[in-house]
């Protein structure tokens, strides 16, 4: 089975920073790699897909970038509802969408 | 309007059952793949099932023989059978349509319903 590990599992930042994010896979996944964004209480966010395709309504300032095992999620200037716990997940099998840990980013 | 709710949640003895609902609406659920996710208080994601547009049935580890997931296309309707029950079972529970850029072979959830809460206990 494909494992993901991410990190930090927590930071903390200020509005206005820049943020990133890595994710690990423990096999090459190629470019099969999903970024979320979860608020306390509500459903998963769809951010990111195919490693780095932006999903339509999602700002600009989220990008992602990587391909293998090595994957990054970087949010080029934090705002306010940005604070939230941010996922990876792959899909290179299908069989087994595995998310990571999931890296909770809070107020500085 | 795209839309996923489920239901179905509930306090349940452990050994117990349960049946999870998530309606759709907007798009045709036999045409996608679909899938479970939970959440135990506190945690991560945690990716439970999914069923292929074709019927395939896939589960993580943790809950294969115990859990089954089906569709009921006329009611445009996914379920989650849960059978023996744990305390370890116990989360929020979500249901997602799973999108393909088809050519590509990448897949994402890009709709999610808002969760229904199971919670296993005596």
């Known amino acids: 089975d494909i494992q993901m590990t991410q990190s930090p599992s927590s930071l903390s930042a200020s509005v206005g920073d820049r943020v990133t994010i890595t994710c690990r896979a423990s096999q090459s996944i190629s470019s099969y790699l999903n970024w979320y964004q979860q608020k306390p209480g509500k459903a998963p966010k769809l951010l990111i897909y195919?490693?780095?395709s932006l999903q339509s309504g999602v700002p600009s300032r989220f990008s992602g970038s990587g391909s293998g095992t090595d994957f990054t999620l970087t949010i080029s200037s934090l705002q306010p509802e940005d604070f939230a716990t941010y996922y990876c997940?792959?899909?290179?099998?299908?069989?087994?969408?595995?998310f990571g840990p999931g890296t909770k980013v809070d107020i500085k | 309007e795209v839309q996923l709710v489920e239901s179905g949640g509930g306090l349940v003895q452990p050994g117990g059952s349960l049946r999870l609902s998530c309606a759709a609406s907007g798009f045709t659920v036999s045409s996608n793949y679909m899938s479970w996710v939970r959440q135990a208080p506190g945690k991560g994601l945690e990716w439970v099932s999914v069923?292929?547009?074709?019927?395939?049935?896939y589960y993580a580890d943790s809950v294969k023989g115990r859990f089954t997931i089906s569709r009921d296309n006329s009611k445009n309707t996914l379920y989650l059978q849960m059978n023996s029950l744990r305390a370890e079972d116990t989360a929020v529970y979500y249901c997602a349509r799973v999108t393909t850029v088809t050519t590509l072979h990448y897949y994402y959830m890009d709709v999610w319903g808002k969760g229904t809460t199971v919670t296993v206990s005596s």
């Open positions: 195919a490693a780095s």
């Open positions: 997940q792959q899909s290179y099998s299908t069989l087994l969408f595995t």
């Open positions: 069923i292929y547009s074709g019927g395939s049935t």
